[in-house]
């Protein structure tokens, strides 16, 4: 599902299961990132899935990128798989307001 910020940082704020996943390139998330954000590259498929497969599927997954196409992506692919809670940032990193690190 795509969330414009205020709903995807207000969801995110009232589910202690959410788990935020950024997946930007390693390079990307040590440049600036959301606190408390998990990172799986979705640019390197083989260890994408590998570690998509060891997450919990009953939790929610809070998924962003630059500006919105990878984590798009993401939640469509974690869908198939049979992720039912993935929500997009829509924008991404790009227009986040909220906190980040630098």
């Known amino acids: 599902m795509d969330l ?3 709903k995807w940082k207000n969801g995110l704020e009232n589910d202690s299961d959410a788990i935020i ?3 930007r390139t390693t ?3 040590e440049t600036s990132r959301i606190p408390n954000s998990l990172n799986i590259d979705f640019y390197n498929p083989e260890i994408f ?3 998509i497969s060891k997450l919990d599927k009953d939790k929610s997954y809070y998924i962003y990128c630059r500006t919105g196409v990878r984590s798009a992506n993401s939640c469509h692919l974690m869908k198939e ?3 039912p809670n993935t929500y997009n940032l829509i924008g991404g ?3 986040w307001r909220g906190d980040t690190i630098n």
Request: aromatic share 12%; net charge negative; charged share 40%.
């Open 27 to 29: 390079e990307e998330f």
């Open 93 to 95: 990193i790009v227009d």
């Open 21 to 23: 996943l950024d997946v």
């Open 49 to 51: 899935m590998q570690e």
């Open 81 to 83: 798989l049979g992720f």
């Open 4 to 6: 414009e910020q205020d």
